[in-house]
C-alpha cells in the first residue's frame, strides 16, 4: 500500500499568515493527489484535486503543487475560519490511501 | 443537488455483524460509484472500498476479508457490511461520491458506530 505522510502534525498560525502544509508519498503517485479540509464534527471538504487543480467554491487562496512524491498545499493569507484539519489522499492505486493529517491551529 | 446520507444502528456489541446503509439522491447509481471511509474519534480518515457502477468493488486490503459492500440501484442505497465486529471498529462512517474522475467531492454527514458491550 502506498504510506502518505504529512508534516507538520501541527502548525500554528496566525491569521494572515501564509503556509505550506506537505504531503509525501511512499513511491510516485503521477499528480493523483487529493487534499480535503475537515472542521471539528463537520464532513471532509475537496479543496484540490489531482495535485493542483482547482475546485468550484473553495476560496482562491487554496492551491496545490507537486507530482511524484512531494505535494504541498498552499494557504495564501490564512483566514480564521482555516482552521482544522487537512488530509491528502492518493487515488493513483488500491487502496486509495488518506495521509495522517495536518492540524492548522491558531497561534 | 447532490445528497448522501449514511443510517446505521449506533450501538452495536462485540462480535455482531454491522450493515449501514448510504441513501443517495440527485445522481443515479448506474452512472457514480460510492466510496466509505472511517474516522474513529480523535483519529484520521481510513479509506475502506468502493462499488462502481456496474457493480465492481475494490477494497482496502487491510480489510478486504471483512468487508462487503453492495447496492440497489432501484433504491438508490449502498451497503457496507462488516461481521464480527471488534472495538476498534469505533467510528465515523462515511459514504461518498467522487467529482468527475476523483477526490471525494460529495460527503453524507456520517454515521456512528460504537462498538461496545
Known amino acids: 500500500d502506498i504510506v502518505l505522510t504529512q508534516s507538520p502534525a501541527t502548525l500554528s498560525v496566525t491569521p494572515g499568515d501564509s503556509v505550506s502544509l506537505s504531503c509525501r508519498a511512499s513511491q510516485s503517485i503521477s499528480n493523483n493527489l487529493h487534499w480535503y479540509q475537515q472542521k471539528s464534527h463537520e464532513s471532509p471538504r475537496l479543496l484540490i484535486k489531482?495535485?493542483?487543480q482547482s475546485i468550484s467554491g473553495i476560496p482562491s487562496r487554496f492551491s496545490g503543487s507537486g507530482s511524484g512524491t512531494d505535494f504541498t498545499l498552499s494557504i495564501n493569507s490564512v483566514e480564521t475560519e482555516d482552521f482544522g484539519m487537512y488530509f491528502c489522499?492518493?487515488?493513483?492505486?488500491?487502496?486509495?490511501?488518506f495521509g495522517g493529517g495536518t492540524k492548522l491551529e491558531i497561534k | 443537488q447532490v445528497q448522501l446520507k449514511e443510517s446505521g444502528p449506533g450501538l452495536v456489541a462485540p462480535s455482531q455483524s454491522l450493515s449501514i446503509t448510504c441513501s443517495v439522491s440527485g445522481f443515479s447509481l448506474t452512472n457514480y460509484g460510492v466510496h466509505w471511509v472511517r474516522q474513529p474519534p480523535g483519529k484520521g480518515l481510513e479509506w475502506l472500498g468502493v462499488?462502481?457502477?456496474?457493480?465492481?468493488?475494490n477494497y482496502n486490503s487491510a480489510l478486504i476479508s471483512r468487508l462487503s459492500i453492495t447496492k440497489d440501484n432501484s433504491k438508490s442505497q449502498v451497503f457496507l457490511k462488516i461481521p464480527s465486529l471488534q472495538t476498534d471498529d469505533t467510528a465515523m462512517y462515511y459514504c461518498?461520491?467522487?467529482?468527475?474522475?476523483?477526490?471525494?467531492?460529495?460527503w453524507g454527514q456520517g454515521t456512528t458506530l460504537t462498538v461496545s458491550s
Open positions: 462499488i462502481w457502477a456496474g457493480g465492481s468493488t
Open positions: 489522499q492518493q487515488s493513483n492505486s488500491w487502496p486509495h490511501t
Open positions: 461518498a461520491r467522487a467529482l468527475y474522475g476523483s477526490g471525494l467531492g460529495y
Open positions: 489531482y495535485a493542483s
